[in-house]
Every structure is written in structure tokens, then in C-alpha cells.
């Protein structure tokens, strides 16, 4: 299978600890992005990588996210000192960025959970 | 304010029937495009369907095709011959200019439920 992969598929913290989370896109594709979905709500972006490149992260985003794409291929996310307000659905996408479509592929997603 | 508004926020259709997801848009940008992407509760996100705002015809996929009004600003998603896999949540999209990061967003979407 070729499609976004992402790891884990569930992770389950304590308020206050680290989370990591990765990203492996279809390997042609340059562009990689983050979301987040909370439940009932729609994709919301977090962060976008060309290459190794991150060049635009959402202006909501807290200074406890992080985000590396250190070779270009596949991507991690990493956030610090969770809160409950963290727990949400974290989705990954990739896109070649060719042609006006700019069709975005999704992975599964990693379900976070902080208690 | 809400870049993209889909008010329904739960439909039903029988089978084998047509139904007409609302989508309505809000950009000061020429240059757009649309797109719908259907969920289903395994949580993958798969694209169905594209409208670019200078295409001069509605677009079609498959059972999907796309009701375009710009004038309205609106890109309703009409699925014909509905099918009992078609239960997800749609969602409609938009792309503003070049259209990564903060200028691709996405609506609260609308559950659909298919009837035997």
C-alpha cells in the first residue's frame, strides 16, 4: 500500500506528558500537511512542510507544537506538556502540488487522548 | 466569519435515491477552488471531487457531480443512485490562490445516512 501512513493509530496521556506522532506520505509527494479535527468539526490546518521546509503554521497554533520533516520524506509531530484540550483527531496529508487541483491524500489519522 | 458554511448538519436519503449536499462559500480571491471529501467512520479522508472557480462546467466524477453557482457562491456535492457505503461525513473545502496552510479550509461538514 502506497497511500499516508501515520503512527500511532491511538495514543492514550496523562495531562502533562510529551506525545510524538509520524507521518510517512506517498513518496512522490513534496508537500505534507498537518490537521487536527475535533469531533463534529472539520479539518482544521496546523502546519505545512515543501520538502524539509516548514513554511506556514496556523496562527492558533501553540508554542507547545512542533513539527519536523528533517529529510523531506517522512514527518513528525510533537506535543509538549499535553493538555485535555489537546484530545482530537491528528490528521496528515500529502500532495504532490502539481496541477490546480492540488488534491490532498489523507492518512487514517492518530486518535489522541489525554486524561 | 465562516469561510465555508454547510448548514445541514445531518441528511437521510433512501437508497438508490439523488441527494444535494449544500455548500456555500465566502472569498474576495478570483482565483479558488473547491473540493468535497467524504469520511467515512474508519476516519480516512478521500477526495471525491474538484471545481476550480474559472471551469466553465459543473464537475463530474463518477455518481458525484458538482453543482456549481459562483454567482451564489455555492458548490453543492449531489450524489446520484445513493448506496448504503455512501454513510459518511462530507465535507466541502475550499482553495484560496495557491491554496496550502491557513488559505485551505474546511467546512463542518454533513453527515449522511443511506436507508435501506
Known amino acids: 500500500d502506497t497511500g499516508v501512513s501515520q503512527n500511532p493509530r491511538h495514543k492514550i496521556t496523562k495531562r502533562g506528558q510529551n506525545v510524538t506522532f509520524r507521518c510517512d506520505p506517498i513518496?512522490?509527494?513534496?508537500?505534507l500537511y498537518w490537521y487536527r479535527q475535533t469531533l463534529g468539526q472539520g479539518p482544521e490546518f496546523l502546519t505545512y512542510?515543501?520538502?524539509?521546509?516548514?513554511?506556514?503554521k496556523s496562527r492558533l497554533l501553540s508554542d507547545r507544537f512542533s513539527a519536523e520533516r528533517p529529510k523531506g520524506s517522512f514527518s513528525t509531530l510533537e506535543i509538549q506538556r499535553t493538555e485535555q484540550g489537546d484530545s482530537a483527531m491528528y490528521l496528515c496529508?500529502?500532495?504532490?502540488?502539481?496541477?490546480?487541483?492540488?488534491?490532498?491524500?489523507f492518512g487514517p489519522g492518530t486518535r489522541l487522548t489525554v486524561t | 466569519a465562516q469561510k465555508i458554511t454547510q448548514t445541514q448538519p445531518g441528511m437521510f436519503v433512501q437508497e438508490k435515491e439523488a441527494v444535494t449536499l449544500d455548500c456555500t462559500y465566502d472569498?474576495?480571491?478570483?482565483?479558488?477552488?473547491l473540493f468535497w471529501y467524504k469520511q467515512p467512520s474508519s476516519g480516512e479522508m478521500i477526495f471525491l471531487i474538484y471545481?476550480?472557480?474559472?471551469?466553465?462546467q459543473n464537475a463530474t466524477e463518477g455518481r458525484y457531480s458538482l453543482n456549481f453557482q459562483k454567482a451564489r457562491k455555492s458548490a453543492n456535492l449531489v450524489i446520484s443512485a445513493s448506496q448504503l457505503g455512501d454513510s459518511a461525513m462530507y465535507f466541502c473545502?475550499?482553495?484560496?490562490?495557491?491554496?496550502?496552510?491557513?488559505?485551505?479550509?474546511f467546512g463542518p461538514g454533513t453527515r449522511l445516512s443511506v436507508l435501506p
Open positions: 472569498t474576495s480571491d478570483p482565483s479558488y477552488g
Open positions: 496529508a500529502s500532495s504532490l502540488g502539481l496541477g490546480p487541483a492540488y488534491e490532498q491524500y
Open positions: 471545481q476550480g472557480s474559472y471551469d466553465q
Open positions: 512542510f515543501q520538502n524539509e521546509a516548514q513554511l506556514e
Open positions: 473545502a475550499m482553495r484560496e490562490g495557491e491554496g496550502y496552510g491557513q488559505n485551505f479550509v
Open positions: 513518496s512522490e509527494h513534496n508537500r
